[in-house]
């Protein structure tokens, strides 16, 4: 399906397929007979679920798990909004592409494969307490970019991030869409200090205060980055094709949240892998009422703690697709 417009993608969102109940309830049907006390597997059997009832089958399984990375480069890194120069976002994609980042390892250990894809770096966004950071066509490329970077042949998807000075980016997304203060959504990113954290405030409010009343996908176009946009892309395309996705930290859920606001439901394919120590995304978790599979204190980014995760979701579905039920193992039943 293709889009050109951010109104065709918003009706890409509405048209997408939903959960299935009657395999979600067959998944029920069938965990209910697993040589285990019924529940002892706590929230591991509603994730069998609902992965069951996102893959059209009731017993799945999981193998061939997707890490996605994108990077992108922001205007408003010119304000002192970040601990670390912009040039360490191309810097670090060359050391994803080396195998030399925390993602390249978490990916490995989780089975899963991994790509990068850096977005007009030498293009950063525009700085959004001045213009937009993208022009609708400008975030339209970034989500195509996403949309086309799924494999359809996956059967989970973690997308993941890298941008000097995107937490201010998704702190003024977040500002925007839930409302609130600056204050409330702006934290210390890699580690600012007082001053910068000062500094990083008063450019997400103004950035809220020229476009925070925009459209949730016009809120990305002004607010966003083409990382930010490309993982929404992505999501979205997981989501017509039924592949559950595993969601990371603060920047990764404020993509996400864009999507939800646009069309209610937009993320029912998806989980929170972890809360990160960003102070702003147990409150966004909140909003999104989603509840975290892990509390690790990570904040670095890269998909790490939805690739962490992705162990937790295969120990779901192999335990429900693969144990033996009370009849077949000859265990008497409570
Ligand atoms: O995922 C998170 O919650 C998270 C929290 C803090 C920082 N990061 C990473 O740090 C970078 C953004 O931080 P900053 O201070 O430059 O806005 C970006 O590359 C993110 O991947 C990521
Ligand atoms: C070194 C470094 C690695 C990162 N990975 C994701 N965000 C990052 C930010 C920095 C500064």
């Known amino acids: 399906m293709r889009f ?9 969102l509405a048209a997408a397929p939903t959960v299935n109940e009657t395999v979600k309830t067959a998944a029920g049907a069938h965990n209910a007979q697993l040589t285990k006390p019924a529940g002892s597997l706590g929230r591991l059997e509603e994730l069998a679920l609902w992965y069951a009832a996102w893959r059209n089958d009731a017993r799945p399984q999981i193998t061939a798990p997707q890490v996605i990375i994108f990077a992108g480069n922001h205007g408003v890194t010119a304000k002192g909004v970040s601990a670390f120069p912009a040039e360490v976002t191309a810097q670090m994609v060359a050391n994803f592409e080396r195998g030399g980042a925390a993602i390249n390892q978490l990916s490995q ?10 977005l007009d770096l030498d293009r950063p966004t525009k700085d959004f307490t001045k213009e937009a950071a993208m022009s609708e066509t400008e975030c339209v490329a970034a989500l195509k970019t996403g949309w086309d970077s799924v494999n359809a042949q996956t059967d989970l998807l ?26 409330d959504w702006t934290g210390r990113g890699t580690g600012v200090d ?5 500094i990083k405030q008063n450019v997400v409010a103004q950035g809220v205060d020229l476009f925070g009343a925009l459209p949730p996908l016009q809120i990305l176009a002004a607010l966003g980055g083409r990382e930010i946009a490309a993982m929404a892309g992505a999501i979205a395309r997981a989501r017509s094709l039924r592949i559950p996705v595993i969601l990371d930290g603060f920047i990764c859920c404020a993509a996400a949240a864009c999507l939800e606001q646009a069309c209610a439901g937009a993320l029912d394919h998806c989980v929170a892998g972890h809360v990160s120590a960003e102070t702003a995304h147990p409150r966004l978790l909140a909003a999104l009422g989603q509840e975290p599979l892990l509390d690790l204190s990570l904040r670095l980014g890269e998909g790490s703690g939805a690739a962490l995760a992705i162990p937790i979701l295969r120990g779901a ?18």
């Open 4 to 12: 050109t417009t951010l109104a065709e993608f918003a009706q890409i």
């Open 109 to 118: 250990a989780a089975g899963a494969s991994m790509s990068v894809h850096a």
């Open 158 to 183: 973690v997308v993941g991030e890298m941008g000097i000075g995107n937490t201010t980016s998704a702190a003024a997304i977040c500002n925007a869409l839930f409302g609130g203060s600056a204050a």
């Open 194 to 198: 007082d001053a910068s954290l000062q």
């Open 317 to 334: 579905v192999v335990c429900h697709s693969n144990m033996a039920t009370f009849a077949e193992a000859g265990v008497s039943q409570g």
